[in-house]
């Protein structure tokens, strides 16, 4: 446990001392900022307007929505760009020997790997979580309907951030890692809307979009923490598999 | 002597390649190992193979009696390893990337600072501690390869190709701290400059396509250069028949400008008795010298069986 927090601890401080973390949440940070003043401009108008009375949301739900509809779609970029360099940017630069020679097994080296990664997601997301609290200075928010969606957020960024592991751990050149798991991770977002026609293919089962809708909807259910989870581990296993393939291999 | 390290039949197969064949050998406290070997013939495969970071296809490695494949974490807190490219993250600070190095080998939060500052001392690099390591030169950032290599105080150092690219001043440095961390730890080197070896090491194995072809002591070695030849020079060439019939010798050789190389039969022939009678019997000598055989020249012998 120790060894992991150590190994993930490095993570974080790699993302910061390369101005590579530092653009990338400037980016995000500009980009949600965006996103939420839209969100609350527009609710007046929109609410104020030819809307029926009945379709009207509260304030929580509308700019909620626009947030985190766009944070989906903004993670699906960041995330890769962030994971990118976890394990092939050491097969590059051949430092894997030095975290093979410690006292510290492989799984312990991609937990470490994935919970640093992590990390630094969940601060991404925690900041969406305030920044739409400040909300509540002014309004009554519905905070269930916000922790719903951050921890729906947290488990879909946890999922990104595996398969750019999973990636990453695949080749030697960053850029092909992060263009790699971009695609993956778009495939199987929207897997469902290739059979949008039958509701009951299994392709609907499988789609990451289809669970996180879930949470953005504010209901917090055991059957989607639990795909997410098994998603999580089933690339972390996979990973694990592969840097033990390097020792076992060559 | 503790024994420190021991490799048993050390085999790697890369597909049908067989990189290293049945490699046996053991290291003892305080002993420099040297490990010789051309270009491709299993050192790196070896070390890879005792640092736990490729595993052998048969055979077994045991650090401080401690099996590395079967309790890995435990046989590694004893290793400290420098690859032949080392690895450093190069985007820390010196003190920050050895601070990351003590961290992963376990070394308690109070000890750290400490032991960061030991392992600097020793390699000289105290005045380089708040530098981007990419912004170093070569000879200092094999100096911070070296330095995480001993921050936990390892019972065995491992060094691949430790002095490759460096310049003869750097050079001659990283060898002295090589022979300064051999007095407390143990150490295997390997490398392909020869003088190299007679400079640092204690013992010596000779690795060729995979096969140990010689272990020895640093003195076996030289005796093996030495051997039983002396270079002399006759003005009047006898034939061997000749020189046979004086004394036990196996072989003469011609070389240039009269020089001749005379191998006996043993090695504690009598020199004196020698020229005495190559006096006597009025040969034109004029010169009489040990022939050594240069190191490259036993290097190439043992790797050409």
Redesign the interface.
């Known amino acids: 446990m120790k060894?992991i927090i150590?190994?993930a601890s490095?993570e974080i401080?790699?993302f910061f001392?390369?101005p590579m973390g530092w653009i990338i949440l400037a980016l995000i940070t500009a980009a949600f900022g965006t996103y939420y003043l839209e969100g609350v401009n527009s609710y007046f108008e929109v609410m104020s307007g030819a809307i029926r009375p009945a379709e009207r949301v509260g304030v929580t739900i509308y700019v909620g929505q626009t947030v985190y509809g766009a944070a989906f779609f903004l993670m699906l970029f960041a995330v890769p760009l962030m994971s990118m360099r976890l394990i092939s940017e050491e097969r590059r630069?051949?430092?894997?020997?030095?975290?093979?020679?410690?006292?510290?097994?492989i799984v312990e080296i991609v937990l470490g790997k994935f919970f640093g990664l992590f990390a630094f997601l969940a601060l991404m997301v925690v900041y969406i979580f305030l920044m739409l609290s400040t909300l509540n200075i002014w309004a009554d928010i519905d905070f269930g309907y916000l922790f719903s969606n951050t921890f729906g957020l947290l488990l879909l960024v946890g999922s990104f951030a595996a398969i750019g592991i999973y990636f990453s751990s695949l080749t030697s050149q960053p850029i092909i890692a992060a263009i790699l798991s971009f695609i993956f991770a778009f495939l199987l977002l929207g897997l469902e809307s290739y059979f949008a026609s039958q509701p009951n293919h299994w392709f609907h089962h499988v789609s990451l979009l289809k669970h996180f809708q879930t949470f953005s909807r504010g209901v917090i259910s055991s059957k989607d923490i639990i795909y997410f989870l098994l998603f999580i581990s089933t690339f972390i296993v996979l990973t694990i598999r592969r840097l033990d393939a390097d020792?076992?291999r060559? | 002597m503790a024994t420190t390290l021991k490799a048993l039949g050390l085999t790697r197969l890369f597909g049908p390649n067989k990189a290293v064949n049945n490699v046996s050998f053991d290291l003892s406290k305080g002993e420099v190992l040297g490990f010789l070997g051309p270009n491709g013939a299993g050192k790196s495969t070896t070390m890879r193979m005792l640092t736990g970071n490729l595993a052998p296809t048969e055979g077994q490695v045991e650090i401080c009696g401690i099996n590395i494949i079967e309790e890995p974490k435990l046989a590694k807190a004893n290793i400290g390893y420098l690859p032949e490219m080392r690895p450093l993250y190069k985007e820390f600070r010196v003190n920050e990337f050895l601070r990351i190095a003590a961290k992963l080998h376990n070394i308690p939060a109070k000890k750290i600072n400490s032991s960061i500052d030991i392992a600097m001392e020793k390699c000289g690099l105290t005045h380089m501690s708040n530098r981007l390591i990419e912004n170093l030169s070569n000879g200092y950032q094999q100096r911070v390869g070296i330095a995480q290599a001993i921050i936990h105080n390892p019972e065995i150092v491992i060094l691949d190709e430790p002095t490759v690219g460096l310049d003869p001043i750097q050079i001659r440095e990283i060898r002295k701290l090589i022979k300064e961390i051999g007095k407390e730890h143990s150490v295997i080197l390997s490398t392909h400059i020869l003088p190299e070896v007679e400079i640092v090491c204690d013992r010596v194995q000779i690795i060729d396509k995979g096969n140990l072809v010689f272990h020895g002591s640093i003195d076996d070695l030289k005796q093996q250069r030495r051997g039983n030849k002396l270079l002399v020079g006759f003005k009047k060439t006898p034939t061997l028949k000749k020189l046979q019939s004086l004394f036990d010798i196996v072989k003469i050789e011609k070389q240039e400008d009269l020089l001749h190389v005379i191998q006996f039969k043993n090695l504690d022939f009598d020199m004196e008795k020698f020229i005495q009678v190559c006096v006597k019997e009025k040969l034109g000598l004029f010169q009489v010298s040990p022939h050594i055989t240069s190191l490259e020249d036993t290097f190439v012998q043992l790797t050409n069986k």
């Open positions: 060894m150590n190994i490095k401080k790699s001392v390369t630069q051949q430092t894997l020997p030095f975290l093979f020679t410690a006292p510290v097994s020792r076992l060559g």
